[in-house]
């Protein structure tokens, strides 16, 4: 089984900064893709930023221009920076992998989550 170990979450004041950071461990032949979703309090989860395995990304329309995913110098690592704060994004934060672990079956792993809180 693939596990992903995430941290980086936090409070932190409106206009602020925060690194989310996520590790894939275990049987894995390729990852296609890690994603950050996040899911507020009472509200549904949503996608918030994508990353490929030829590196292209896709951002939600709310986080776009202040936050950045980028893979790390291992391709089992993936980093959220999150900049310019706001109170509505605060949520819980889930990394989320496209794992191939060679047996010719692709499967979607999720972290355990990481808690954010913008608030003054």
């Known amino acids: 089984q693939v596990q992903l170990v995430e941290s980086g979450g936090g409070l932190v004041q409106p206009g602020g900064s925060l690194r989310l950071s996520c590790a894939a461990s275990?049987?894995?032949?390729?990852?296609?893709?890690m994603r950050w979703y996040r899911q507020a309090p009472g509200k549904q989860r949503e996608l918030a930023a994508v990353?490929?395995?030829?590196?292209?990304?896709n951002y939600a329309d709310s986080v776009k221009g202040r936050f950045t995913i980028s893979r790390g110098n291992a391709k089992n690592t993936v980093y959220l920076q999150m900049n310019s704060l706001k109170p509505e994004d605060t949520a819980v934060y889930y990394c989320?992998?496209?794992?191939?672990?060679?047996?010719?079956?692709?499967?979607?792993?999720w972290g355990q989550g990481t808690q954010v809180t913008v608030s003054s």
């Open positions: 990353i490929t395995s030829g590196n292209n990304t």
């Open positions: 275990g049987t894995i032949f390729s990852i296609n893709a």
């Open positions: 989320n992998a496209d794992v191939d672990n060679g047996l010719g079956v692709s499967r979607r792993y």
